[in-house]
């Protein structure tokens, strides 16, 4: 395909992602009147939208580790089936992003990261109701809370400075006792103590559903989808070349969405280097679980969570860093079954139960990247860390007002956390 740089490219906004921001922001845009092409490798919604765990956590303000990383150092290396696992052969490569993000946890970036974190989860749930309400899907949204259990009567001080520092940031929380938790969800066992119940959060009764339901109203709207792998790209008098293993696709401007693999093309187009990281989730779905649990909940102890759908019960939660080609390790998917056992008054069925694994992008301040640079060419939404599913709407409609505002994006002082430039 040979490369035409014409004043009037065949699209207004090129998007390259297929997952859950990159779709949302296809549908705005294109209700925005624009001409839209999406490009991904895999079909939309294959990618991390496909396995998340389904939670709308507008609760968590706070950064993705905190200093205690460092005792927990050992038992990352180490242990294999561990909630929290460093590659030891990744480690070099891992190091200086590890050492950026403790750098992070000093009292003013820290302010800063849970600041950022704040602003775009107060909005999410927002966002997420008048998308959904927009495509006539409102009832895949469940917004019905969530809880966080804890067992040993030693955790409850843990419990209640978390109550206290969610207090601080104006986080919706409630302390709920063991009769609270059991009157709730009366299938979990005697032997939790009590919880934190968050009502302004809920749960998505099918995450690759939803990804589909969007794309369907984007094709509505006039968005064409395309499944090619991007392998670079350059910017020019007219937009954007974006080179794909089809040839050279042309826009006025381009959208990079791809989570975890956004850095090499932000680096083509925007000539930035910026210190993307993965944080490899698993996922283990039992399809005979459809009644065990009425919202999403996360144990305190044991570092996972189960999140009720149509489809059964979706057990995640699980982190490694190991990069973006090492092999998945799925018994760290089955390791989540053993994880539930003793936390229902009968254990779980896993029978059909299927493992998943995928690739959480991670800046280390925890904050997303969402920004137009490039004179206007360029727009950036990835970095979301596990809070993707959480944020793809409300970053969508930031994505659709920068693209209104054109380049002089410096009407939205509200996205200065999220800057390309910090970096």
């Known amino acids: 395909m040979r490369e035409l740089k014409t004043a009037n490219p065949p699209h207004d906004i090129a998007i390259v992602g297929a997952g859950i921001i990159g779709v949302a922001c296809a549908l705005r845009l294109a209700r925005q009147g624009l001409r839209v092409v999406v490009i991904d490798r895999q079909a939309p919604g294959h990618g991390a939208s496909f396995g998340n765990a389904g939670h709308l956590a507008t609760e968590q303000v706070f950064p993705i580790a905190d200093l205690s990383i460092l005792k927990r150092l050992p038992s990352m290396l180490m242990d294999p089936m561990g909630p929290l696992r460093l590659d030891w052969k990744y480690l070099p490569r891992a190091l200086p992003w590890f050492i950026r993000l403790l750098l992070n946890l000093r009292p003013v970036p820290f302010q800063q990261t849970v600041a950022g974190l704040r602003a775009l989860n107060e909005s999410s749930l927002g966002a997420w109701q008048r998308l959904l309400t927009a495509i006539d899907r409102a009832h895949l949204l469940k917004e019905d809370g969530s809880l966080l259990v804890f067992e040993h009567a030693d955790a409850r001080a843990a419990i209640e400075a978390l109550q206290k520092r969610l207090h601080q940031q104006q986080v919706p929380v409630d302390f709920w006792s063991a009769g609270a938790v059991h009157n709730a969800a009366p299938q979990l066992s005697q032997q939790i103590q009590g919880g934190l119940f968050f009502p302004r959060t809920g749960h998505f009764l099918d995450p690759y559903r939803v990804v589909c339901e969007l794309v369907k109203a984007a094709q509505a709207s006039g968005v064409a989808f395309v499944q090619q792998h991007v392998q670079g790209g350059h910017l020019h008098e007219h937009g954007v070349a974006l080179v794909t293993d089809h040839g050279t696709l042309q826009a006025r401007q381009a959208v990079i969405a791809c989570g975890a693999h956004s850095a090499r093309l932000t680096a083509a187009l925007t000539g930035k280097k910026i210190p993307l990281d993965t944080e490899r989730g698993y996922h283990l779905m039992l399809p005979h679980e459809h009644d065990r649990l009425p919202f999403a909940v996360t144990s305190l102890e044991r570092r996972f969570i189960m999140t009720p759908m149509s489809t059964g019960l979706r057990l995640a ?9 090492s092999p998945a390790n799925m018994q760290r998917a089955w390791q989540l079954h053993h994880l ?59 994505i659709g007002e920068l693209v209104s505002a054109g380049s002089a994006n410096a009407g939205f002082p509200g996205l200065h956390p999220y800057r390309l430039d910090r970096f």
Do not use: Y
Request: hydrophobic share 45%; glycine share 12%; with cysteine.
């Open 340 to 398: 539930s056992k003793g936390l229902f008054r009968r254990d779980l069925n896993a029978d059909g139960a299927t493992p998943w694994m995928g690739f959480r992008p991670s800046l280390p301040d925890s904050l997303p990247v969402i920004d137009q640079v490039c004179d206007g060419k360029v727009l950036l939404a990835f970095g979301h860390q596990h809070l993707g599913l959480t944020q793809a709407a409300v970053t969508a409609e930031l």
């Open 317 to 325: 939660g699980t982190v490694e860093f190991a990069g973006l080609h």
